[in-house]
């Protein structure tokens, strides 16, 4: 006998949200990533002005 293969709406429905969801969180981490990075960018130069003059 052949194996029929059952499609559920809402499982695929299910997929998709949480690939959008995952999208998203990815997008929102990179975000705050950048944020972080920029504040330690900006607090470092702060911190050291002289080396600012070498570069």
């Avoid at 997929?15 to 975000?31: F, Y």
């Avoid at 920029?38 to 702060?46: N, R």
């Amino acid at each position: 006998m052949k194996s029929i293969k059952k499609f559920s709406g809402f499982e695929e429905m299910k997929l998709g949200e949480s690939k959008a969801q995952d999208r998203q969180l990815t997008i929102q981490r990179h975000s705050e990533f950048e944020k972080v990075i920029k504040a330690i960018m900006s607090a470092k130069d702060k911190k050291t002005p002289v080396q600012n003059f070498k570069r």
